[in-house]
C-alpha cells in the first residue's frame, strides 16, 4: 500500500465552526506532514511530525492544532478560521531510514488534499 | 535570490513532442531531488526521486542532475495529452529540520 488518504475530499465551515482533516498511512512511514497550498502555489509547510512528535511548527496560527495519535494517524483541528486559510490541505509522509527522528530526505508521497473553504 | 528557481509557465506543446522542464538552485547543501506532478485540484504526485548527479530513467521520463551547476531537468518523451499537468521540482537536503523546497510549478499543456 502506496496510498495517503486524506478525508474529507471538500469541507465547507464557517469561521466560528470546529472541524478536524485526517489524514492516514500505512507505508510505515515515521515522518508526516501538513502543507497549505493556494492556488498557483506550491505547496508552504505547516507542521512535521517524527515519530509521532512535533518536531516542526513552521509558526502556523493556533487556530491549526495538529495531532498525530499514532505512527499512521495524522489529524488537523480547525476553529475559528477566517476565510484566508481557504486552501489546499496536503498531509503528505516519508521514510526515516536514520532512525533517529532527522530524516526529512526521504521522497515525501502526498495525498490527495482536502479542500477548505471558511465563509 | 530564491533558493529554487523554476522556468515560469505556462507551457504549450504539441503531442509527441519532447518537454524539458527546468530548475535552479542555489543551496549547494541539496543533496536529494525530486519532481512532482500535480493535476487540477489534485494532491503532487512523485515522478521522479534522484540524489546523484546525472540521469535518471523511467518509462517517457527522465530526470537530470548537474551539481556542479546546480541544475536540475525532467524531460518527458513523446507528450500525451494527459501529462498535462503542473510540474513542481523540489529538493532537500539531509539534517535535522530540513525541509522540502519547491519551485514555483510549471503549467504544461499538451494539445492533441
Known amino acids: 500500500d502506496t496510498e495517503v488518504t486524506q478525508t474529507p475530499k471538500h469541507l465547507v465551515m464557517g469561521m466560528t465552526n470546529k472541524k478536524s482533516l485526517k489524514c492516514e498511512q500505512h507505508?510505515?512511514?515515521?515522518?508526516m506532514y501538513w502543507y497549505k497550498q493556494k492556488a498557483k502555489k506550491p505547496p508552504e509547510l505547516m507542521f512535521v511530525y517524527s515519530y509521532e512528535k512535533l518536531s516542526i511548527n513552521e509558526s502556523v496560527p493556533s487556530r491549526f492544532s495538529p495531532e498525530c495519535p499514532n505512527s499512521s494517524l495524522l489529524n488537523l483541528h480547525l476553529h475559528a478560521l477566517q476565510p484566508e486559510d481557504s486552501a489546499l490541505y496536503l498531509c503528505a509522509s516519508s521514510q526515516d531510514p536514520s532512525g533517529q527522528g532527522s530524516g526529512f530526505y526521504n521522497e515525501q508521497f502526498f495525498g490527495p488534499g482536502t479542500r477548505l473553504t471558511v465563509l | 535570490q530564491k533558493e529554487v528557481e523554476q522556468d515560469p509557465g505556462p507551457l504549450s506543446v504539441p503531442e509527441g513532442a519532447i518537454v524539458s522542464l527546468n530548475c535552479t538552485y542555489s543551496?549547494?547543501?541539496?543533496?536529494?531531488f525530486m519532481w512532482y506532478r500535480q493535476y487540477s485540484r489534485k494532491g503532487p504526485e512523485l515522478l521522479m526521486y534522484?540524489?546523484?548527479?546525472g540521469n535518471k530513467e523511467d518509462g517517457r521520463f527522465t530526470a537530470q542532475v548537474d551539481k556542479s551547476s546546480k541544475y536540475i531537468s525532467l524531460f518527458i518523451r513523446d507528450s500525451q495529452p494527459s501529462d498535462s499537468a503542473t510540474y513542481l521540482c523540489a529538493m532537500i537536503y539531509t539534517g535535522a529540520n530540513s525541509k522540502l523546497t519547491f519551485g514555483k510549478g510549471i503549467t504544461l499543456s499538451v494539445r492533441p
Open positions: 507505508m510505515g512511514h515515521r515522518a
Open positions: 543551496n549547494s547543501a541539496f543533496q536529494y
Open positions: 534522484t540524489y546523484s548527479s
